[in-house]
C-alpha cells in the first residue's frame, strides 16, 4: 500500500521558516516526480514546487527565492524548506507523487497524495 506522510506543520511567526517532510512508503520513487501543493482556507489547491528524479526543481513564480524543495532517494523523503514565510503562506501542505521523470506542475499530474500538514503563519 503506497502512502504518503507530511511532517513539519506548525505554527510559526511572519518571518520565521519551517522545513516540511514526506516519508514515502510502499513503493520506490526514486524515479517519480515529487511535488508540494497548498491549499489555504477558501480557495482552490495551488502548485507550490516539484523535483525531478535527476533533482531539476520548478516553483511557483510567487514562492521563488523563498522556498526550496530537495529530495533524499535513499529516504524516499521529499523536503521542503519554506524561509522568510508570511501570513499568507498559511495553509495546508500536501506532498505528492508523479509517476513522470519530467517537471509536474499541475495536481492531475499526480497519482499519490499525502493526507496534508498545516501550515499556519500569524503576523
Known amino acids: 500500500q503506497v502512502q504518503l506522510v507530511e511532517s513539519g506543520g506548525a505554527l510559526v511567526q511572519a518571518g520565521g521558516s519551517l522545513r516540511l517532510s514526506c516519508a514515502a512508503s510502499g513503493r520506490t520513487f526514486n524515479t517519480y516526480t515529487l511535488g508540494w501543493f497548498r491549499q489555504a482556507p477558501g480557495k482552490e489547491r495551488e502548485f507550490v514546487a516539484a523535483i525531478t528524479w535527476i533533482r531539476s526543481t520548478y516553483y511557483a513564480d510567487s514562492l521563488k527565492g523563498r522556498f526550496t524543495i530537495s529530495r533524499d532517494n535513499a529516504k524516499n523523503t521529499v523536503y521542503l524548506q519554506m524561509n522568510s514565510l508570511k501570513a499568507e503562506d498559511t495553509a495546508v501542505y500536501y506532498c505528492?507523487?508523479?509517476?513522470?521523470?519530467?517537471?509536474?506542475?499541475?495536481?492531475?499530474?499526480?497519482?499519490?497524495w499525502g493526507q496534508g500538514t498545516q501550515v499556519t503563519v500569524s503576523s
Open positions: 505528492a507523487a508523479a509517476r513522470t521523470t519530467y517537471g509536474a506542475t499541475r495536481g492531475t499530474d499526480y497519482a499519490y
